[in-house]
């Protein structure tokens, strides 16, 4: 079993919807990082967390340390939001990065 | 543009060759991270090194070795090359050794061996 494991796999939401992504992990972690590759493949870090909740114009994401759980909402999405996005953690104690397998997003006009 | 930079872009080889891809860290930043994503297995963490030093180690094959030299600019040497060796690799920094810091992702190299 993957130590990262996100849903859903692939996701397709019509322009302005609400969309949320899940990520659980079994590792204890000093930090999760969320992710964005667009489809020509470079790697944007949009959030960094240990606890709490960040936001970042329409992009929230939160995280419950004791649930070993995350989530990355977006709000009114827009057909630039279409992209894969990819849930890491890393490990307490530990300078490696564990990442899940990615969610691919398509918004739609 | 995250300041991290790459070279080369694209590189075609053959089986049982040996190529190096290079990286300059962001101005700053002394840690560097190489990381491999393949179609099948998705991203995995290669090797972290910080100020010159090797500080951690992932799913590295040892066909593959890596350094920092003093100005901070990584290489990543990759030899005996096979079929499955073929990925995009990225590397990425960040100015300090904790696992808690954002880490700023290079364009990537995309390697094909034939």
């Known amino acids: 079993k993957n130590e990262v494991e996100q849903s859903p796999q692939n996701l397709t939401a019509q322009e302005g919807e609400f969309i949320t992504i899940n990520c659980s992990y079994s590792v204890g972690i000093s930090a999760l990082h969320w992710l964005q590759q667009h489809p020509g493949g470079g790697i944007v870090s949009l959030f960094m967390l240990s606890s709490g909740k960040k936001k970042h114009g329409r992009l929230i994401a939160t995280i419950n340390i004791q649930e070993k759980h995350s989530s990355l909402h977006i709000t009114a999405s827009h057909p630039r939001d279409s992209a894969v996005y990819i849930c890491?953690?890393?490990?307490?104690?530990?300078?490696?990065?564990?990442f899940g397998a990615g969610t691919r997003l398509t918004v739609k006009p | 543009d995250s300041g991290v930079t790459q070279t080369p872009k694209h590189l075609i080889t053959a089986t049982g060759q040996r190529v190096t891809l290079r990286c300059s860290p962001r101005?700053?930043?002394?840690?560097v991270y190489w990381y491999q994503q393949s179609l099948d297995q998705g991203l995995q963490f290669l090797i972290q090194?910080?100020?010159?030093?090797?500080?951690a180690k992932g799913n590295i094959l040892e066909r593959f070795s890596a350094q920092q030299f003093p100005d901070l600019h990584s290489e990543l040497n990759l030899s005996s090359l096979e079929l499955g060796d073929s990925a995009l690799y990225f590397c990425?920094?960040?100015?300090?050794?904790?696992?808690?810091?954002?880490?700023?992702f290079g364009p990537g190299t995309r390697l094909l061996v034939l």
């Open positions: 101005s700053g930043d002394l840690s």
């Open positions: 090194y910080y100020n010159g030093e090797e500080r």
């Open positions: 990425a920094s960040s100015e300090g050794l904790a696992g808690e810091e954002t880490q700023y």
């Open positions: 890491a953690v890393s490990p307490y104690n530990n300078n490696d990065m564990r």
